[in-house]
């Protein structure tokens, strides 16, 4: 079983930068594949970024490739997505996800534990 709880969403204006975070519990966090999330009104939940056990593979949808970077401290059990260059676009709730194994995941069915999310809104 992990928990996850997000934090660092806000109001930023478009051009700026935010650093979502996500803290989970359980001991065996470092054995999970673990994935960003974000959800706008009226639309599907989309893959964002994902990010292996190790930290050694990461990987992005075309949409946010270059300016989000997600990375993770397993000797925390945090995972971040640091957000550049932000677009009125980004804006929605974002969630971080759990997934057990170790290919790339990038369907949501594909993962098990979610967070409750953080509202990200970029302003023109």
């Known amino acids: 079983q992990v928990q996850l709880v997000e934090s660092g969403g806000g109001l930023v204006q478009a051009g700026g930068s935010l650093r979502l975070s996500c803290a989970a519990s359980?001991?065996?966090?470092?054995?999970?594949?673990m994935g960003w999330f974000r959800q706008a009104p009226g639309k599907e939940r989309e893959f964002v970024a994902g990010i292996s056990w190790s930290g050694g593979s990461t990987y992005y949808a075309d949409s946010v490739k270059g300016r989000f970077t997600i990375s993770r401290d397993n000797a925390k059990n945090t995972v971040y997505l640091q957000m550049n260059s932000l677009k009125p676009e980004d804006t929605a709730v974002y969630y971080c996800a759990a997934a057990p194994g170790y290919s790339d995941k990038e369907s949501r069915w594909d993962y098990d534990y979610w967070g409750q999310g953080t509202q990200v809104t970029v302003s023109s």
């Open positions: 359980g001991r065996t966090f470092s054995s999970y594949v």
